[in-house]
């Protein structure tokens, strides 16, 4: 049997890696800004105490203007931001990862191997409809 979702996952995992080698190596430019939603109760994901306390469950930062030191390795992406202006680094490895979008050119992807999203793709299967394999950009159109 064929594994659509999981060579879904995994290519859209690239996907994403490819776009922050492409952050790490030239930068943003125009209006881009990456949005990205990861789950901050997994163990591989390392923050402050004081951000886990705040975001116990998902957190979303914003790559536009000011970040630092972004390193792309094989599991998990580092990076440091800057929150009230304390600079801040965070690990975030890449199973954390739920979505990410990039709405200054209506990209974006949620990540299915997240296991959040997996809870909520179970809870969304009660409702289960002929379109279960689509992935919905909805989320990030422009209006």
């Known amino acids: 049997m064929i594994e659509y979702q999981k060579i879904l996952d995994k290519n859209m995992l690239n996907v994403f890696k490819d776009i922050l080698i492409n952050i790490r ?6 209006n881009n ?3 990205i939603t990861f789950s901050t109760n997994n163990k ?10 705040k975001y116990p469950k998902e957190m979303t930062i914003v790559i536009q203007y000011e970040y630092y030191d972004l390193e792309i390795n094989k599991n998990n992406f ?17 199973n954390s ?8 050119v209506n990209f974006g992807l949620i990540l299915q191997n997240n296991k959040s999203q997996n809870k909520l793709k ?4 009660r409702k289960k409809s002929k379109m279960d394999n689509v992935i919905n950009f909805s ?5």
């Open 25 to 30: 190596d030239k930068g943003l430019s125009n």
């Open 97 to 104: 990862i739920i979505s990410f979008a990039d709405p200054s």
């Open 33 to 35: 800004h990456l949005y």
């Open 78 to 94: 580092s990076i440091s931001l800057s929150f009230n202006d304390i600079k801040t680094n965070l690990i975030i490895d890449y």
């Open 44 to 53: 591989k994901v390392e923050l402050p105490n004081w951000l886990k306390q």
């Open 139 to 143: 989320n990030y159109k422009k209006n």
């Open 122 to 125: 179970k809870n969304i299967s």
